[in-house]
């Protein structure tokens, strides 16, 4: 049974999941459905197109749902989809999407920072941790188990790579690829990111290889396509450096150098 505030507005077109804990001043749109076991804090704003699943904690004053800041928005019908466990602290923005892609989508396990925004579009996934103030624009990727630190600035339409360690204050208009550390003015490569691969489980031999790919990548004076031709000829492939290739080779802003 869900414990709801008598402080609290929720439209009758909403649909509210079992157990769930919603506090004063929540406001809860029409076309809003939310899975079992939330808490809502106080003040929490969820419009419509908003679909959450189960066991999130949203902390006083976020926003979710609300309509893209973007001029070309023609009040489209979009949604924002959110997964399961995440936390998302006080006073976060989730905009929902556009007609570009119709859904901003955040994953599960997820810790997203006070005061942090994802705008329209946006493609978040798994175990990601956000920090405080930091700022996605449009139609950004980020694939799981990133981390960015507090008050990071990414440029519409870039994308940062699984396992990747960027630096607080960075700002950056280029893709950043997996497994590494960026940071410095203005942001480039700075290492791998060892340390947070050691604790993800990865065995030796393999973040050797990754750091032989990058080496390749970033010290040897070639082209990203020329990287990428001696990776496949110098490198044990795995399913690590399938993904540094793909990323590498695919990227439409360029990576960071």
């Known amino acids: 049974m869900a414990k709801i505030s008598p402080l609290a507005y929720i439209d009758p077109e909403a649909k509210i999941g079992e157990n769930c804990e919603i506090g004063p001043f929540c406001f809860i749109d029409k076309n809003v459905e939310i899975g079992d076991n939330n808490v809502l804090m106080n003040s929490v704003t969820l419009l419509s197109g908003t679909h959450m699943g189960s066991g999130n904690t949203l902390f006083p004053g976020a926003v979710i749902g609300a309509i893209p800041q973007d001029l070309k928005f023609r009040g489209e019908e979009t949604t924002v989809?959110?997964?399961d466990n995440n936390k998302?602290?006080?006073?976060?923005?989730?905009?929902?999407g556009t007609a570009s892609k119709g859904t901003t989508k955040v994953g599960s396990n997820n810790l997203i920072m006070e005061n942090a925004h994802i705008a329209h579009d946006c493609e978040v996934g798994n175990g990601i941790i956000m920090g405080n103030s930091t700022k996605l624009a449009g139609e950004v990727i980020i694939d799981d188990n990133a981390i960015i630190s507090?008050?990071?600035?990414v440029h519409q339409f870039c994308r940062i790579g699984g396992y990747t360690m960027v630096q607080g204050g960075s700002r950056t208009s280029k893709d950043i690829p997996p497994f590494i550390m960026a940071g410095k003015e203005p942001i480039a490569y700075a290492g791998l990111n060892?340390?947070?691969?050691?604790?993800?489980?990865?065995?030796?031999?393999?973040?050797?290889?990754?750091?032989?790919?990058?080496?390749?990548?970033?010290q040897c004076n070639l082209t990203v396509a020329e990287a990428v031709e001696q990776i496949r000829q110098e490198v044990p492939m795995s399913k690590e450096i399938e993904y540094i290739i793909e990323f590498v080779s695919n990227s439409k802003r360029g990576i960071v150098r």
């Open 194 to 218: 060892i340390v947070g691969l050691r604790r993800r489980g990865f065995e030796p031999h393999v973040i050797d290889n990754i750091h032989h790919a990058y080496r390749l990548i970033y």
């Open 150 to 153: 507090a008050v990071v600035l």
């Open 81 to 83: 989809v959110i997964g």
């Open 88 to 96: 998302i602290r006080e006073n976060v923005t989730i905009h929902r």
